[in-house]
């Protein structure tokens, strides 16, 4: 109880944070200013799940305590994401550069440390999945209930999966749908980080690439061993990595988006090619992510969806890049925006039907952990 109050608490905390930053002047600012007291909080939230993963893992390894480091491991992450969800939406609404009181530097130190916690949670939990991993006795009721804790914990995961693709894909919609000169036929969706509302786009491409991290872990608790069960999951965490990224730094401007914008004003800059590699990247990344899945399915047995991965995902992505040079533009624009998303979803909904069948095939009696029952004192 007093875990979950601390726990609250900081989340209350951090719920102050989340507004964007008010601009600053370019000249150099001293003090504690608004920017630099929200990243500040988010740094010292990500700081303690890096020391909270960190402890929750040596206590998975059997190192230190005698708890398994199970609710360590998920605060780590839960405080990690929002850690790095508040210092990315600083960075995003940062207005100038270093040194300018808009909190930057503490932003970029709070997203790292909170990665770092994530992941120091993450393999915490995938540590727990390992049989006597602490060499505890392995008793039916005690094998029973730490089987529906993982799968419990494993199923959170995948349903960041099953989310995070129509998320990502209503809020892109409606942003191209409602902002003045946004032309689907001509424009790309990541120029939606420009303007005075690219931060709406890069907060939303920001937290669909947490979500796709935390959906690899679960990937990956899921796969366990076998071909492609390793390359599989990392492949789909530089894929949230590259969305990530994307999401922290704003593409340039074009002629006539946003609004105003003249020939003469188009520039590239050092971020808006780092922002527009990080789309071709995260499309390499779950190419490659699909075809060793794929591999991971065809030992399984599992020929149609080693077909739909292996294959189909590619031609049609293929199919919809000729038609793109051919007609000129961008008129397939939501079958773009659509098409990867659908395949993450569909990998999510199929891992997270299977890990709840193998939660219901759980034997009775093995679900939970059996309670001493008190002796009765013999009749005297």
Aim: charged letters at 10%; proline letters at 5%.
């Amino acid at each position: 109880m007093k875990r979950k109050s601390i726990l609250s608490g900081l989340i209350a905390l951090c719920a102050v944070c989340i507004f964007p930053a008010p601009s600053y002047s370019q000249s150099p600012q001293i003090g504690i200013t608004t920017g630099r007291a929200q990243a500040l909080v988010a740094a010292a939230v990500g700081l303690i799940s890096l020391v909270i993963g960190g402890l929750a893992l040596a206590r998975a390894a059997g190192r230190i305590g005698n708890g398994n480091g199970r609710a360590g491991a998920i605060s780590a992450l839960v405080l990690g994401l929002i850690g790095l969800v508040i210092g990315g939406l600083v960075v995003a609404t940062a207005d100038g550069g270093l040194g300018t009181g808009n909190g930057l530097g503490g932003g970029i130190v709070a997203m790292i440390v909170g990665m770092i916690g994530m992941a120091l949670g993450g393999l915490a939990l995938a540590r727990l999945r390992m049989p006597s991993a602490r060499g505890e006795p392995a008793t039916s009721s005690i094998e029973g209930d730490t089987m529906a804790k993982q799968t419990l914990v494993t199923r959170a995961l995948l349903a960041c999966g099953v989310v995070a693709g129509p998320m990502y894909v209503m809020v892109t919609m409606a942003q191209a749908l409602t902002r003045d000169g946004f032309d689907l036929r001509q424009h790309r969706f990541s120029w939606l980080t420009t303007g005075d509302l690219g931060w709406i786009h890069q907060s939303n491409m920001v937290l669909v690439g947490v979500l796709t991290v935390l959906f690899a872990v679960g990937v990956r608790q899921v796969l366990r061993t076998g071909r492609g069960a390793v390359w599989g999951p990392r492949l789909l965490v530089l894929f949230g990595v590259a969305y990530i990224i994307g999401g922290l730094l704003r593409a340039d401007p074009v002629a006539g988006f946003p609004p105003g914008t003249t020939p003469e004003m188009v520039h590239t800059t050092w971020h808006g090619a780092v922002q527009n590699a990080s789309r071709g990247a995260s499309t390499l990344f779950l190419i490659a992510a699909n075809l060793v899945i794929a591999m991971w399915f065809a030992a399984e047995g599992r020929r149609a969806w080693a077909l739909f991965y292996g294959a189909a995902f590619p031609v049609v992505f293929a199919a919809l890049t000729a038609v793109g040079f051919a007609i000129g533009g961008n008129p397939i624009a939501p079958a773009f925006l659509a098409t990867p998303w659908i395949v993450v979803t569909a990998l999510a909904i199929h891992l997270y039907q299977r890990e709840a069948k193998r939660r219901n095939d759980i034997p009775a009696g093995l679900g939970t952990r059996s309670r001493p029952v008190a002796a009765h004192a013999p009749p005297s």
